[in-house]
């Protein structure tokens, strides 16, 4: 059986069904978060000229972007733990931690910014759809959609959980593409065995054996004799 040097197929298939499985986890809850997050205040922030709330806009739906290409990544990953042969699935797994890892790291920047800005203002851009003088007196109604009172702990709690969830997500898309990186030297290394053999034994059909070659010598030395 081929070998890396480390990891045998085998427990590749181990580690990639648990990597798949917590990949899996995590781009659930991430979603989850995000579309609470999007349900109890952003959705009533539609204001595009303002720059900050488009930036909290932005940055959610590139958090759930991102944790769909998770799920999509720690399924794939199953997938390719229950069959290591096929190349085109062993791409896929490549190109989904690759573009999972790489989404959740744009988000961690998006999300920090976000809570720092939200921290500096004090929460008034998240308020900003209440048009009531005194948010704290002021319950949910129609001047104001959602509780001002709880907006602002909850926003951020939200947000603190998501910047963890997509922090756990770069590090097992990076774990998810380095074995998938294992998985293709493992095939390359076992296809270019496999030719080195056939060429070997190529080579030993074609070559002539040790008797042909002393017959060869023996008709040279005949043939000078009767010259």
Known sequence: ?????????????????????????IGHLNFITGALVHGTVLRFMVAPQDAVSLQYIVTNAASAISALLTIS???????????????????????????????????????????????????????????????????????CPFDPTRVYSSTLSLWAVSLLLNSMDVVFGIRCLLLTLDLLHLSRRCHGVLRRKVSLQGAAVESPVPGQWLGLLRLDSVETAQL
Do not use: Y
């Open 1 to 25: 059986m081929c070998q890396v040097d480390h990891l045998d197929p085998s427990s590749h298939q181990r580690v990639l069904m648990k990597t798949g499985l917590i990949l899996l986890i």
């Open 73 to 143: 990544c720690g399924i794939a990953a199953l997938m390719l733990s229950r069959c290591l042969a096929p190349t085109a699935l062993k791409w896929a797994v490549f190109a989904l931690s690759t573009s999972s890892s790489l989404g959740c790291l744009s988000c961690l920047l998006g999300l920090a910014v976000s809570i720092g800005l939200t921290l500096g203002s004090q929460g008034r851009v998240l308020l900003a759809p209440c048009t009531v003088g005194n948010v704290a007196l002021s319950p949910v109604s129609g001047e």
